[in-house]
């Protein structure tokens, strides 16, 4: 059983609009608030109270130099996630890390998956913070985990299995 003062509902959120024509904060504060709560709620992983998790919406330039500074891959990318440092064993924060977003790469997955722009924007917050948790896709066995709980959290906020049809 876990002690109840390690488990929070959800870490602080630190949310900053740098670049990109996103919608409003309130919105994108509801939006993430509502996703990290399933998330978090459907993951179940501990979390130290007063953690915090940082999100940047952000536009493909200056993603894109991030993914060439720490992942070696001179392009933008959907979203990029930063584990914080190490909590106590066993247990997320107090720094969770940061989560970074592009909106123009949003925009087109969105538009090319005939997808609404919210519902890919919250799989994607929940997609990153899922790493922050340690999940991965690296291989075909780490996807199909990861992939899994993204499916079951998205489904609790009502979207439909982005993986549905994709390698068939």
């Known amino acids: 059983m876990r002690p109840a003062a390690d488990i929070v509902s959800a870490p602080e959120i630190d949310l900053l609009v740098e670049a990109g024509a996103w919608p409003e904060e ?3 504060q509801a939006m993430v608030s509502r996703a990290l709560a399933v998330a978090i709620e459907t993951a179940r992983p501990r979390i130290v109270a007063g953690a915090e998790l940082s999100l940047v919406f952000t536009d493909d330039a200056h993603v894109r130099i991030l993914n060439r500074q720490y992942r070696g891959k001179d392009s933008p ?5 930063f584990p914080g440092a190490p909590g106590k064993p066993g247990a997320y924060g107090p720094l969770l890390g940061d989560i970074v977003v592009a909106e123009e790469t949003v925009a087109r997955e969105a538009a090319d998956q005939a997808l609404s722009f919210d519902d890919h924007l919250t799989h994607l917050v929940v997609h990153g913070f899922l790493h922050l948790l340690g999940y991965d896709h690296e291989n075909e066995a780490e996807a199909e ?12 906020l009502g979207i439909a299995d982005p993986y549905a049809g994709v390698g068939a």
């Open 26 to 28: 309130p919105k994108l």
């Open 77 to 81: 990318t959907n979203v990029l996630s």
């Open 145 to 156: 985990i990861m992939e899994g709980m993204e499916t079951q959290i998205l489904a609790r």
